[in-house]
């Protein structure tokens, strides 16, 4: 157990209806990233927050996809009118101080759209 | 091209084997990560390094930032070695850009 959090840890949902995955951090981190891995594939980034600044996004977070992390502890990541390509480990990280840059992983959340 | 390569994808080997996993990339960074995945998803860090070599346990990483290589070997391997292990590198900022990953099965 790394001490970041992660639920659900599986969600099952239908093709066009909305999800919503929490992230919680080591209390002390004030970094956060998003990752999403497919099958077979190592980890893709997806977002990044310093805080409560979400400072960069990849072009892989399509529009339907919103991140927030509103008092920069919790982290939120929202999938809307999700696809079956969505399928994927949706996982969090995150880091203390800049200059200690390991990150630590929760334990991911598994979605899978029908 | 992917900017991180590793080899072999796939991996087997019979307990006690020493066990060299190899990671290759191609563009500056600022460090570079060895990670481990069990079945299930958790995902833990086992090296961060950016020069020379780091010794764990039974697990060794070393890096050669002129060559773009690393390396992470495991001595005397066991089963509970048997996992995921995948290699990222850090760009820039805080961003990790990821290996395909290794998956390692130890057999007894």
């Known amino acids: 157990d790394t001490g970041v959090s992660q639920d659900p840890r599986h969600k099952i949902t239908k093709r066009g209806q909305n999800v919503t995955f929490r992230c919680d951090p080591i209390?002390?981190?004030?970094?956060l990233y998003w990752y999403r891995q497919t099958l077979g594939q190592g980890p893709e980034f997806l977002t990044y927050?310093?805080?409560?600044?979400?400072?960069?996004k990849s072009r892989l977070l399509s529009d339907r996809f919103s991140a927030e992390r509103p008092k920069g502890s919790f982290s939120t990541l929202e999938i809307q009118r999700t696809e079956q390509g969505d399928s994927a480990m949706y996982l969090c990280?995150?880091?203390?101080?800049?200059?200690?840059?390991?990150?630590?992983f929760g334990p991911g959340t598994r979605l899978t759209v029908l | 091209k992917n900017e991180v390569e590793q080899s072999p994808q796939n991996l087997t080997a019979q307990e006690g084997e020493f066990i060299t996993i190899n990671c290759s990339y191609s563009?500056?960074?600022?460090?570079l990560h060895w990670l481990q995945q069990h079945p299930g998803g958790g995902i833990v860090s086992l090296f961060m390094l950016s020069s020379g070599k780091k010794k764990h346990g039974r697990l060794i990483a070393t890096i050669n930032i002129q060559e773009k290589h690393s390396s992470l070997h495991i001595t005397a391997s066991h089963p509970r070695d048997s996992a995921v292990y995948i290699c990222a590198v850090r760009i820039g900022g805080n961003k990790l850009v990821f290996g395909a990953g290794t998956i390692l099965r130890v057999k007894s």
């Open positions: 563009v500056g960074i600022s460090a």
């Open positions: 927050f310093q805080n409560e600044a979400q400072l960069e």
């Open positions: 990280a995150t880091g203390g101080l800049a200059g200690m840059n390991e990150q630590f």
């Open positions: 209390s002390e981190h004030n970094r």
